[in-house]
């Protein structure tokens, strides 16, 4: 097949395809490098074996059998490559730069649960985590994306150590159905945006539980000072992030002190991040729980309504501008069939806390339930409050 460029001189032919070659160059150029600087551990290097001991035995398993968490995570993105962002494998090929931007899967929290109904044993494993953008000359945190896995199970005997280390494996790693931590990692990358300019953050930066809301809360989540306020704060930035598709600043009253984030990766490095201040700061109160009888359903079930209610602010605090700031309730149908003995109600009441801070997050991106928001917020304007907070939302993306 013949092509002819009519009207087309030579040199106009070799200018044109001059122009197209640089212009690749220049927008590959544009595509910002990011090195991947590994698997690492909130909070002092100090206590990371008794605060993740069940993910510091997954990673040494690991590497008995000659590789890492680390390679893993290589090979996940090579297999799926982010398309705005090039990722290298070590930080010195950066060196020399300005800006030297690396990434890491951050595990700020570990909880192994085990509640006994009867003889039957329910097993939970949650790990949470971020992904964490960060400036390695500067030490500042530039993005951060939460993440984390909760797996349940339920058994006929108490687990032994090695069951839940299974289960430890299954977070990581996944389930088939369900991607793990890793993969999650590696999808938070892929949708991660690194601005060209200075970007504006937000921040969950107060929580409160009423005394009414901590009665619901099961022990581990509330087994030592601060750890309710953190578990509620996770719950919001991740729900609000992954939603509304923003990046979080870390809550900074578990890890953090003094918007200074200690971390510890896998070769031993220990790094000292600096959290940026906020421009836009999110204030909760889970204000309490409630379950409702709702109905005798045929064969002899019945149906509750799981309700959970909270506040949520969010505002300017150099202005004290709001641009949201209302109460809401959610509630959870579930059918409790008449031959269950024992019933737990703490995972329906979750998936009513979780599910209100979900839809709100959607209403925030402008792809929510506009009924339930209406009907959930106590605040008359919410319509002017969520579009007020929309714009929020863009200047934080």
């Known amino acids: 097949m013949r092509v002819f460029l009519r009207g087309v001189s030579l040199r106009g032919l070799f200018l044109l395809v001059t122009w197209l070659l640089c212009s690749q160059s220049a927008v590959s150029q544009q595509i910002p490098e990011v090195a991947f600087a590994g698997f690492a551990y909130s909070g002092s290097a100090s206590t990371i074996a008794t605060r993740f001991p069940h993910s510091v035995r997954y990673e040494q398993e690991l590497q008995g059998t000659g590789t890492s968490i680390g390679q893993n995570v290589l090979r996940l993105l090579d297999a799926t490559p982010p398309s705005h962002l090039k990722i290298v494998p070590q930080i010195e090929a950066l060196k ?4 030297a931007l690396a990434v890491a899967l951050v595990i700020g929290a570990e909880t192994i649960s085990v509640e006994q109904f009867g003889n039957m044993h329910k097993l939970m494993v949650l790990v949470r985590g971020q992904t964490m953008f960060f400036d390695f000359k500067s030490m500042n945190v530039v993005r951060a994306y939460p993440i984390s896995f909760a797996y349940i199970d339920l058994l006929d005997h108490a687990p032994t150590a090695d ?4 289960r430890v494996k299954l977070v990581y790693q996944g389930t088939g159905e369900k991607a793990g931590m890793l993969a ?19 921040q969950v930066a107060s929580v409160q539980l009423t005394p009414e809301a901590m009665e619901v809360l099961p022990s581990y989540i509330k087994s030592e000072p601060g750890a309710a306020e953190t578990w509620a704060a996770d719950l919001v930035s991740e729900a609000i992030s992954t939603r509304a598709g923003v990046p979080i600043v870390p809550y900074a009253k578990g890890y953090a002190i003094g918007n200074v984030m200690s971390m510890r990766v896998s070769d031993g490095t220990v790094f000292e991040l600096k959290l940026p201040k906020p421009d836009y700061e999110i204030k909760v109160e889970l204000s309490g729980f409630r379950k409702v009888k709702f109905n005798e359903v045929q064969g002899g079930a019945t149906s509750y309504v799981y309700g959970s209610y909270a506040r949520m602010q969010i505002e300017e605090p150099l202005s004290g501008k709001a641009y949201l700031n209302t109460a809401l309730k959610n509630g959870e149908t579930r059918v409790i069939p008449a031959s269950q003995r024992y019933v737990d109600d703490f995972p329906h009441f979750y998936d009513a806390v979780n599910g209100l801070f979900v839809k709100l997050a959607q209403g925030m991106d402008g792809k929510g339930d506009e009924k339930w928001l209406r009907s959930a917020a106590s605040a008359k304007d919410i319509d002017l409050q969520i579009a007020s907070t929309r714009e929020l939302i863009k200047q934080c993306k």
């Open 96 to 99: 020399g730069r300005d800006q």
């Open 163 to 166: 069951e839940v280390q299974t």
């Open 184 to 202: 999650r990692f590696s999808q938070s990358i892929a949708k991660a945006q690194i601005p060209a300019g200075v970007p504006r953050f937000l």
